[in-house]
């Protein structure tokens, strides 16, 4: 059975997301799917009854099979967007968790590959460092979250893309 904290209607889905910020110096972990044409931070849904904490570090283990831990909170999105991926509008409440790495090894990797299957296919993902700065310069989504990194404090946006 499937908890992920979604609502469909004919117009619009709803989504409850959580999405993880991981440093390495000047740099944070970032999500490329090979079908869409932008970056974004990894993550995903939360489920009934899980905290956002506890979502970004199960996401982290199923994407990658790596052990994470939680640091603090960086904010909360409100986002409204049209999905690149099925043209329907989405309402979303964005958490953003920065965690850390449990191994001190895996900062070493270059690129941290995807190993969660969905629908009997392989996602499409690769984990990647990216300068902050280079970020800044490229298809990031949502945009409004490189603000919410460089500042040291939580933060609470209305974001409509």
Known sequence: MNNDIVIQNDNCDFNYRV???IRKENKIL???DDRAKHYTLPGGRC???ESSANTA??????????DSKFIKG?????????SSFTGRKI???????ELKF?????YEKEVINNIEEKKDKKLHLTYIWLDINELKNCNFKPAIILEMIEKNEFQH?????
């Not at 570090?57 to 790596?66: M, Y």
């Not at 960086?74 to 049209?82: C, T």
């Not at 946006?157 to 893309?161: A, F, G, L, S, V």
């Open 19 to 21: 999405a993880i910020v």
């Open 91 to 97: 309402h979303e409440l964005l958490i953003i968790n």
């Open 30 to 32: 970032v999500q490329k």
């Open 57 to 66: 570090i199960r996401e982290l283990k199923e994407e990658t099979g790596l």
């Open 102 to 106: 449990s191994d001190a090894t895996i």
């Open 157 to 161: 946006y209305i974001n409509e893309d």
């Open 47 to 49: 489920e009934l009854g």
């Open 74 to 82: 960086i904010g909360l999105i409100e986002n409204f967007f049209v």
